[in-house]
Nanobody, 124 residues
């Protein structure tokens, strides 16, 4: 099983970045795919999730700014991040989990698969 995240980097506040995560080794279309982030000194938190059905959820901190999508043919999940804020600076991780409830509850120990993380830095 492998999850490879790409697209992190440096962006200015108000700018945009697009992350992608390519999966292999499991039945991608049967899993809820999500993005979490972890800032220095803080706990890992859910940023966006897209269910196998295509339904999405965002916490208030990113709602209206971030959009998650998936391509089940290419086994890839995307995170479009617009109107970036300084507080969006973090390492972003993609994750795969069949149990959508575990993702929404942010029960990290139940998440089946994690990517390696990609750093997003937002500067003023």
């Amino acid at each position: 099983v492998q999850l490879q995240a790409f697209g992190g980097g440096l962006a200015q506040a108000g700018g945009a970045l697009r992350l992608s995560c390519t999966a292999s080794g499991f039945k991608f279309d049967q899993y809820a795919m999500s993005w979490f982030r972890q800032a220095p000194g803080k706990e890992r938190e859910l940023v966006a999730v897209i269910a196998d059905s295509g339904g999405t959820y965002y916490p208030d901190s990113v709602k209206g700014r971030f959009t998650i999508s998936r391509d089940n043919v290419k086994n890839t999940v995307f995170l479009q991040m617009n109107s970036l804020k300084l507080e969006d600076t973090a390492i972003y991780y993609c994750a795969a989990e069949k149990n959508l409830g575990a993702v929404l509850a942010e029960t990290l120990k139940l998440i089946d698969y994690w990517g390696q993380g990609t750093l997003v830095t937002v500067s003023s």
